[in-house]
């Protein structure tokens, strides 16, 4: 069965005047996958996420998000996407409910489902008693899991995750990708960057990228037979680090 | 709008920001109106008297009977003005003409020479102000005795509009003006760069709210305060000094209006240069408070500056809202005689809007 392509990029390619961020760069990702994309620092990741969520325009390259032209209709993209960054995304100065109710807002959402939907998500991460608290006196765990819920509460058809665990101790960790498969079963794709390595083991499938070019696609397993590594972290190493002794 | 919404709950849950928004307005309020006085007491002055006739006797006597001056010496000739100006206590000389009575009779008016010490412009703008104000009173008095309809003593300065000769009619348009520019710039660029320094910006990026959308909501909450403040600022303005509205407190409104708009572009173009609130608040001062306060003519008189920095002035928004509140509030003027600052504080905020949302746009949509 032919599965389908949520995201469909062809030789993507990004300058920045004479520095090319993003070097003809080519891959699908699947309904319901869950995506990592990995790379060192300044790997040209961040620029990608860019594109793919329709804040920065391809210098060439076709690039469809979602069914949606990424060069053409950007702003589509955003309605059908979900987006949590490295950082904080919450307002530390509202209320666990006000910021659901932001965010339902900004995607449009009608009042009377929004309120619906969010006391329906409150009661599913078991966060009800929480609910009028301010965002500043809840545990960065929580605000983190809450951060995702409300980055996946208008159904969005793809969630990026730009390093959504970094800081976070190991057990919020574990939760936090329960949470994430959860969220891929129900048939939302998530496309996950992370420099914590185990995580990658996590994954569907991950992208290794160095040097703004993907230099390593498949499932994780496959990767590591296929350079003969026990771990993702060993795979990373040794596919990044020749290069980067070169430079 | 929820956006707009969530940024009223950040303003009033944050008790800090509403203390700037009105606690600093009325403390400056008051504080320039009771301790900063900018009018004068006692200030010594000459006189050179050519006349010697009844008018410049009791003329003299109408400067001396003031709490503004004292007459600290009678000249007797040209010369020695000069010397007395070296000297350096004596702040003006008052020179009338020979025969002053008798040319006020025949042509029915004449002309006293006021020479003011320039070293300290501000104190020789009130100084030559106020003795126009009592040249001015007097010769109303005389108006009126003779029943003649032109005022018989002609001053070479003059300063009409400010009969009681108090400082408040000069501090609160200023003051408006001031305060407009801090709250305006100032709060919009930092809640716009602190949601850049959380990093919520960038979840607002990401959603479907076009650029546009973020700065009108961002930037309409405190369209309100400003005005707010400026309803405020003028009812203390009535009530604790006295001060009311001459002119129409409806148009007046209205150019408060397009000077916020100004102002919030101002502070959209600020968020745009920098990415912490420390440089959102170092900038702001220093490119908009400083130049507000001392260029705009709110303290220093900008016919006192050197010819420079009357160009200098020219292109700050501040000096054109001044004159134009001073007109409204204290002239009672009318759209008639401001309409060519309106225009030029109506072509500046629209050009700082267009700048400024194009520069946040390409801004955010190159940086990391």
């Known amino acids: 069965m032919e599965r389908e392509k949520v995201i469909e990029v062809r030789d993507l390619v990004k300058k920045f005047g004479a520095f090319t961020a993003n070097d003809h760069l080519s891959f699908d990702v699947y309904r319901g996958e869950i995506f990592g994309f990995l790379g060192a620092n300044g790997a040209g990741k961040t620029t990608a996420i860019r594109i793919l969520c329709g804040l920065s325009r391809p210098t060439s390259g076709r690039v469809m998000v979602a069914g949606i032209d990424a060069s053409r209709r950007p702003e589509e993209i955003k309605k059908r996407i979900g987006y949590m960054s490295q950082r904080f995304s919450l307002y530390e100065d509202l209320t666990v409910r006000e910021n659901i109710e932001l965010y339902g807002g900004i995607y449009g959402m009608r009042m009377k489902e929004l309120i619906h939907r969010r006391e329906a998500m409150l009661q599913r991460l078991s966060f009800t008693s929480y609910g009028d608290t301010l965002i500043r006196s809840l545990p960065l765990g929580l605000r983190q899991k809450l951060s995702f819920a409300t980055a996946v509460f208008h159904d969005p058809e793809i969630v990026f995750l730009d390093e959504p665990t970094s800081g976070v101790d190991p057990v919020t960790r574990r939760q936090f990708w329960e949470m994430i498969y959860e969220t891929a079963s129900q048939g939302i794709t998530v496309f996950v960057t992370t420099h914590y390595m185990d995580e990658a083991e996590y994954c569907d499938r991950i992208t290794i990228m160095n040097e703004g070019k993907i230099v390593a696609l498949d499932t994780p397993s496959v990767l590591r037979q296929q350079y003969g590594t026990a771990t993702v972290e060993e795979l990373f190493v040794k596919i990044t680090r020749p290069q980067r002794t070169m430079v | ?368």
């Open chain 2, 1 to 368: 709008m929820a956006f707009v919404r969530k940024e009223f709950i950040h303003i009033f849950r944050d008790y800090r920001t509403l203390i700037i928004l009105f606690g600093i307005p009325a403390a400056q309020i008051l504080i320039f109106g009771y301790a900063v006085r900018t009018d004068l007491k006692n200030a010594a002055i000459a006189v050179l008297d050519n006349a010697h006739d009844e008018v410049s006797k009791e003329l003299t006597q109408n400067i001396e009977a003031s709490k503004f001056f004292y007459v600290a010496r009678q000249l007797d000739s040209y010369d020695e003005i000069d010397a007395t100006f070296k000297e350096g206590k004596i702040r003006a000389v008052v020179v009338f003409p020979e025969k002053m009575a008798a040319t006020i009779t025949r042509e029915g008016t004449a002309t006293i020479s006021l020479i003011a010490d320039g070293t300290e412009p501000n104190t020789a703008s009130l100084v030559t102000g106020y003795i126009n104000g009592i040249l001015s009173t007097y010769s109303a008095s005389l108006t009126g005795e003779l029943t003649a309809t032109m005022p018989l003593i002609m001053p070479e300065v003059r300063m009409y509009f400010n009969p009681n000769l108090e400082s408040h009619y000069m501090f609160i348009p200023g003051l408006i003006t001031l305060i407009l520019i801090m709250i305006c710039s100032l709060m919009t660029s930092v809640t716009i760069v602190r949601e850049k320094e959380y990093g919520t910006m960038e979840v607002l990026l990401v959603s479907p709210l076009r650029p546009w959308q973020i700065i009108v909501g961002k930037a309409t909450p405190y369209f309100f305060l400003s005005l707010i403040n400026v309803i405020v600022i003028l009812l203390m303005a009535w009530f604790v000094f006295g001060l009311p509205v001459q002119g129409s407190i409806a148009l007046l409104i209205a150019e408060c209006m397009l000077y916020i708009l100004l102002g919030l572009a101002l502070g959209i173009l600020i968020s745009t240069l920098t990415g912490k609130m420390e440089n959102a608040i170092f900038i702001s001062f220093l490119a908009l408070m400083l130049p507000a306060l001392l260029l705009s003519g709110f303290i220093f008189p900008i016919e006192n500056m050197p010819k420079i920095y009357d160009y200098v002035t020219m292109i700050l928004p501040p000096r054109w809202f001044v004159d134009v509140i001073r007109a409204i509030m204290i002239k009672g003027a009318g759209i008639g005689y401001v309409w060519k600052e309106t225009l030029i504080l109506a072509v500046t905020a629209l050009l700082l809007m267009v700048i400024s949302i194009q520069k946040f746009k390409t801004r955010l949509g190159e940086a990391k």
